[in-house]
């Protein structure tokens, strides 16, 4: 559930600021500009969801391409709404760069988003798992918060100031052009559309080892917002004509202070989900200990005892030439049970471990069937030969030592 609740926020969090505030901005507040804002929204996630569905059920699909198409024009349309900003002149620039924005940046985060349910299925086999439900439920939380701040954004940065709000608008449209210019300079470079050089390698760089910064970025500019209309909502109203009049500048700012304070906390959770839940995720789990066993005239051999128990077991055999070959028991039902490598054919040598009765896979966190471990495919532990006899698992060294180069 965390991971992916933290995977989903991080592709939308800054997008949905971005685009909330520039929804709220003085020219796209018209009914004519907010009604099309809305449709290229909706255009957007639209076509981001067409095109993840054909990208992983129909065909293949290069998504480096596609962002490198979506960024080039979204950089052009940054540009319009930054001009359309400050310049009175260029305000149907602005109107136009908005709309163009609203459709290229939820097809440009949403796409690979709305490909995490069917990684899902693959991981599951079922979407009517309790595993599968919990995943499911950490994507809805993450794309329902960015929802959120879109809306307080535009609540927010509609209720400030035109000076500062668009102030406020401009930064965040510049960490959005600074956070996917490394990614696009990257395309290019590979493509050889820009000759190599010290300083695009240098940005590039940047924007791969340190992309949370952008949404930190944006956060903090969001959170400038909050505090900033939370002040102004403290004001005591003035030029009322009658009692009724103060009344109604007195709900304004209540409404303007309430605003303020949901925009704080919801943003605050995103950075909670952003830095908490990322360092959760990267703490991981370390393998247990490998157990002891009867190794005589090249046979391993393990008491059923000491694995019947329905939890997972560790082993690891020392083969010929130096390298620690692992596997792992576990006991299924009854007399039958689950061997294989601590290893699979997707994810390499990285291994399982057991998390609430469940064996999981280190590096892709996907949970195996255990009915299935000890059968061939997908990220299921490789199997090997072996054979039960006397009470005991009996494995043949020669059946690891074939399997020793998987962990080099």
């Given at each position: 559930m965390?991971?992916?609740?933290?995977?989903?926020?991080?592709?939308?969090?800054?997008?949905?600021?971005?685009?909330?505030?520039?929804?709220?901005?003085?020219?796209?507040?018209t009914?004519?500009?907010?009604?099309?804002?809305?449709?290229?929204?909706?255009?957007?996630?639209?076509?981001?969801?067409a095109?993840?569905?054909?990208?992983?059920?129909?065909?293949?699909?290069?998504?480096e391409?596609?962002?490198?198409v979506?960024?080039?024009?979204?950089?052009?349309a940054?540009?319009?709404?930054?001009?359309?900003?400050?310049?009175a002149?260029?305000?149907?620039?602005?109107?136009?760069?908005?709309?163009?924005?609203?459709?290229?940046?939820?097809?440009?985060?949403?796409?690979p988003?709305?490909?995490?349910?069917?990684?899902?299925?693959?991981?599951?086999?079922?979407?009517?798992?309790?595993?599968?439900?919990?995943?499911?439920?950490?994507?809805?939380?993450?794309l329902?918060?960015?929802?959120?701040?879109?809306?307080?954004?535009?609540?927010?940065?509609?209720?400030?100031?035109?000076?500062g709000?668009?102030?406020?608008?401009?930064?965040?449209?510049?960490?959005?052009?600074?956070?996917i210019?490394?990614?696009?300079?990257?395309?290019?470079?590979?493509?050889?559309?820009?000759?190599?050089?010290?300083?695009l390698?240098a940005?590039?760089?940047?924007s791969?080892?340190?992309?949370?910064?952008?949404?930190?970025?944006?956060?903090?500019?969001?959170?400038?917002?909050?505090?900033?209309?939370?002040?102004?909502?403290?004001?005591?109203p003035?030029?009322?004509?009658?009692?009724?009049g103060?009344?109604?500048?007195?709900?304004?700012?209540?409404k303007?202070?309430?605003?303020?304070?949901w925009?704080?906390?919801?943003?605050?959770?995103?950075?909670g989900?952003?830095?908490?839940?990322?360092?959760?995720?990267?703490?991981?789990?370390?393998?247990?200990?490998?157990?002891?066993?009867?190794?005589?005239?090249?046979?391993?051999s393990?008491?059923?005892?000491q694995?019947?128990?329905?939890h997972?077991?560790?082993?690891?055999?020392?083969a010929?030439?130096?390298?620690?070959?692992?596997?792992?028991?576990?006991?299924?039902?009854?007399?039958?049970?689950?061997?294989?490598l601590?290893a699979?054919?997707i994810?390499g040598?990285?291994?399982?471990?057991e998390?609430?009765?469940?064996?999981?896979?280190?590096?892709?966190?996907?949970v195996?069937?255990?009915?299935?471990?000890?059968y061939?495919?997908?990220?299921?532990p490789?199997?090997?030969?072996?054979?039960?006899?006397a009470?005991?698992?009996?494995?043949?060294?020669?059946a690891?030592?074939?399997?020793?180069?998987?962990?080099?």
């Amino acid at each position: 559930m965390l991971k992916y609740l933290v995977e989903v926020l991080e592709l939308t969090c800054l997008i949905s600021l971005a685009l909330g505030a520039l929804w709220g901005s003085q020219p796209c507040r018209t009914p004519v500009c907010s009604g099309r804002f809305l449709k290229g929204l909706g255009a957007g996630i639209l076509a981001a969801l067409a095109l993840s569905i054909y990208k992983h059920v129909i065909g293949h699909v290069s998504q480096e391409t596609v962002n490198f198409v979506l960024q080039s024009g979204a950089f052009v349309a940054l540009l319009l709404c930054v001009a359309g900003l400050w310049l009175a002149r260029l305000t149907g620039a602005l109107k136009l760069g908005a709309v163009v924005l609203a459709v290229l940046l939820p097809l440009y985060a949403l796409t690979p988003v709305f490909g995490f349910p069917y990684r899902f299925v693959l991981a599951d086999q079922s979407a009517f798992s309790d595993e599968y439900l919990f995943k499911l439920a950490g994507f809805l939380l993450a794309l329902l918060l960015s929802l959120l701040l879109l809306i307080l954004a535009r609540l927010t940065l509609k209720a400030l100031p035109e000076r500062g709000g668009r102030l406020l608008i401009t930064l965040l449209l510049l960490v959005v052009f600074a956070a996917i210019l490394g990614e696009c300079l990257q395309y290019a470079l590979a493509r050889r559309f820009l000759p190599m050089s010290k300083p695009l390698f240098a940005v590039v760089k940047f924007s791969v080892n340190e992309a949370a910064v952008f949404r930190y970025a944006g956060i903090a500019v969001a959170l400038v917002a909050a505090v900033l209309l939370f002040i102004q909502g403290l004001r005591r109203p003035q030029n009322y004509k009658n009692a009724a009049g103060r009344r109604k500048l007195l709900a304004a700012s209540l409404k303007q202070r309430r605003s303020a304070l949901w925009l704080a906390v919801f943003t605050l959770t995103a950075l909670g989900v952003l830095t908490l839940g990322r360092a959760s995720l990267n703490r991981g789990f370390e393998l247990s200990p490998a157990e002891a066993f009867t190794l005589k005239d090249g046979v391993i051999s393990i008491p059923l005892t000491q694995v019947s128990d329905h939890h997972l077991h560790r082993f690891a055999y020392q083969a010929s030439d130096g390298t620690e070959v692992r596997f792992i028991i576990v006991q299924k039902t009854g007399s039958s049970f689950g061997i294989g490598l601590d290893a699979c054919e997707i994810c390499g040598s990285t291994g399982y471990y057991e998390r609430d009765g469940q064996v999981v896979c280190m590096l892709c966190d996907v949970v195996m069937n255990i009915n299935t471990i000890g059968y061939r495919g997908g990220c299921n532990p490789i199997p090997f030969d072996y054979s039960i006899d006397a009470g005991a698992i009996q494995i043949a060294v020669e059946a690891l030592e074939k399997e020793s180069g998987r962990f080099k």
